[in-house]
């Protein structure tokens, strides 16, 4: 079932005009927004665009591919890690950021073609996705010692590393990004990656990919060979996840362990079924009112709750809501318009 | 021959872990395809209980029996409001054990704290040479031995095996036979989730009991049940005996962190060279 918006056309088709004009008006809103808020207000924000970029990354890979990959974070904590020690080495950001991603692609295309190549089963390639982030925190954080050092930087195991410099502006070095700054970036490269995977979907690359999450082997039988395709996806959504991994280092001038941890994980997955996977916009929904719900409930007063209540609640939420949870209300809204309709005939 | 006999208790050894955190996962991922992501946090309350059942006053070897009963009881509750609703939807269960997993992290965080607790082994040690060994955990090695052989026997030779096998494969035809398919599933849960409880009661003398427990293992178990393949019981002793030897040769050289690594590499090659893990190849067996 695809709840549709006319005139905006379902993911895959070519979006219209009036999906450009939304667009057009979310970017000027985003644009404009930061003058209006505090400083404070800037930096809350800031974080929902680069952990919906991360959300990005795997609801595209899992709605669209097929691939559930719950070891994201092990791209996203690669990003930021390799942004921190090359940025810190160099004292250059730019080189350092696009190195970075690089990096965490580079890793992706290894441990993809290893994994899909073999044609292990889907639900293997879940498991083990989860198995290297956790295995990456372990490595991670036993670098507590002296003589665990990168060129100049200290890995500092649990501590994590500190003082990570925010992005220069690349035709003027003198000057960093500020709050502001950080703000404008994210929820520009935030709406350019949703448009680059929107209009992904739209060309044949796209178009097979949806193919094979539907029926593999007819897309096999039509000549395609479905592991190239599911690779290059899981390479792409790799480095989404390490450009915001990146933003994140930037954002926090601080990269930790907990970058590849199992919270962080499951909170992605969270942001996704809150969101439904059936759609780009949804996971970026989703990740905004998690976020928001849980900066204003106050994780100082949630404190050590919360990942008790993060997990009452993805249990609750797989049992009762199968495609997600805006979706879920969004059926229940339709079915119950179709109820009252049908009573009124 | 000193340094054999090292070599030889450290395998062994390692060995005997894999099998203890892995095992309870092959009977609940391998045999039922259930991806249980709170199975760590099921060896992490087993110690748990282990740790209360000795400061209640029981000998520790009572106290790991109580851990495995309890946990395999616990299992059941967890089958019975979770699981059994979600039979067939493979991911939608890894995402509710997962929020389990966190439940149960969070829960023990509240009630116990984030330290560690433990729990005294008066075994003493035996010498080979001038290097001195924990003799318990030679006992460790016995009970990873006699529940791989005895998990093995029990699916193996009796009835109750023989009907859990047959709704594994297939459980229309198992319900059709007039065997209440439902009940054989909510016991071979908690027959797994027991077996957990069991390797964390036999491994808090060693490790200790912390919230923390079960995430450091559940990456090792799953990678030596996915390297196993389809014979869960089989192909989890061999990956154990793999991994086992690896882990005990490159823990000794170098640390545990790079032995975990240097496992997950060569789990990683093997699943590309047998996609379908060590056993895959084979047709029948357990």
Known sequence: MRIGIPGLGAAGERPGLLWWLLVALALIALMILPSRLNIAQQFNISIIFILALLALSMSFLWGYAGILSFGQTAFFGLGGYGFAVLALNLGETTFSLFAAILLAMLFAAIFGYFMIYGRISDIYLSVMTLVITLIFEKAIKSTSGEQYVIGKVRLNGQNGIPTVPSIKIPWHTAKELGIDGVFYLSAALLVLVYVGLRLLLTTPFGRVLVGIRENTRRIELLGYDSRRYKLAAFIISGGIAALSGVLFAVWNNFVAPEMFGLKRAAEVIVWVIVGGKSTLVGPIVGTAIVQMLKTNLGSQAVGEWLPLILGVVLMLVVLAFRDGLLPGIGGGIAWLCRRVRGGAT | ?286
Do not use: H
């Open chain 2, 1 to 286: 021959m000193q340094l054999l006999a090292n070599y030889v208790y450290l395998i062994g050894y390692s060995f005997a872990i894999f099998v203890l955190i892995s095992l309870g996962l092959a009977v609940i991922f391998g045999m039922m395809r259930v991806i249980n992501l709170a199975q760590g946090e099921f060896i992490m309350l087993g110690a748990y209980v282990c740790v209360e059942a000795t400061k209640a006053g029981m000998p520790l070897w009572l106290a790991i029996i109580v851990a495995g009963l309890a946990v395999g009881a616990f299992g059941i509750v967890v089958e019975r409001l979770i699981i059994r609703f979600l039979y067939g939807r493979i991911l939608d269960t890894l995402l509710a054990t997962w929020g389990l997993s966190l439940f149960l992290v969070g829960g023990v965080t509240i009630l116990y704290g984030p330290q560690s607790e433990s729990v005294g082994a008066t075994l003493g040690n035996f010498q080979i040479g001038d290097i001195s060994y924990s003799r318990y955990s030679l006992v460790v090695i016995i009970v990873a031995v006699v529940l791989l052989v005895g998990t093995y026997a029990f699916w193996r030779f009796t009835r109750f095996g023989l009907i859990v096998r047959g709704t594994m494969q297939n459980a229309g035809m198992a319900a059709a036979m007039g065997i209440n398919t439902g009940l054989v599933y909510m016991l071979t849960f908690g027959f797994g989730a027991a077996l957990a409880g069991l390797a964390g009661g036999v491994l808090v003398p060693i490790v200790g009991a912390s919230p923390q427990l079960g995430v450091s293992y559940i990456a090792k178990a799953f990678i030596t049940v996915i390297a196993g393949g389809p014979l869960p019981l089989l192909g989890t002793s061999a990956a154990s005996a793999l991994f086992g030897t690896i882990d005990g040769i490159v823990s000794y050289k170098s640390s545990t962190v790079v032995s975990e690594v240097a496992v997950l590499l060569i789990a990683i090659v093997l699943l590309r060279l047998l996609p379908l893990g060590i056993t895959g190849r084979l047709r029948r067996g357990l």
